[in-house]
């Protein structure tokens, strides 16, 4: 079965960097969209950036671009979220999600923690 675990999630200052991974298990993991999504407190999980099978295409919500930086290594079934210049509002937790072209159904993560002070 598919297993996605995520981890680099921690407490930061404004204005550092952290980088998540999130490491698939139990697929083929190049045939998959891989996304990142987050959660903050007392809200909904929304999206943050996504990424193709081959890394053809990335997209990202307007409030990350040009901070964060999602890619991934097939070889190592793992893909990354680089997240520079962070602030007190990207404060969340970030899961991992996997979904085959075509299909309906995602897979999560357990989810990774990351807390920016101001």
């Known amino acids: 079965q598919v297993q996605l675990v995520e981890s680099g999630g921690g407490l930061v200052q404004a204005g550092g960097s952290l980088r998540l991974s999130c490491a698939g298990s139990?697929?083929?993991?190049?045939?998959?969209?891989m996304s990142w999504f987050r959660q903050a407190p007392g809200k909904g999980r929304t999206f943050v950036a996504s990424?193709?099978?081959?890394?053809?295409?990335?997209n990202y919500i307007d409030s990350v671009q040009g901070r964060f930086t999602i890619s991934r290594d097939n070889t190592k079934n793992t893909v990354y979220l680089q997240m520079n210049s962070l602030k007190p509002e990207d404060t969340a937790v970030y899961y991992c999600?996997?979904?085959?072209?075509?299909?309906?159904?995602?897979?999560w993560g357990q989810g990774t923690q990351v807390t920016v002070s101001s």
């Open positions: 999600s996997a979904r085959l072209s075509g299909s309906t159904d995602n897979y």
């Open positions: 139990g697929m083929t993991f190049s045939r998959y969209l």
């Open positions: 990424i193709g099978g081959s890394s053809e295409f990335t």
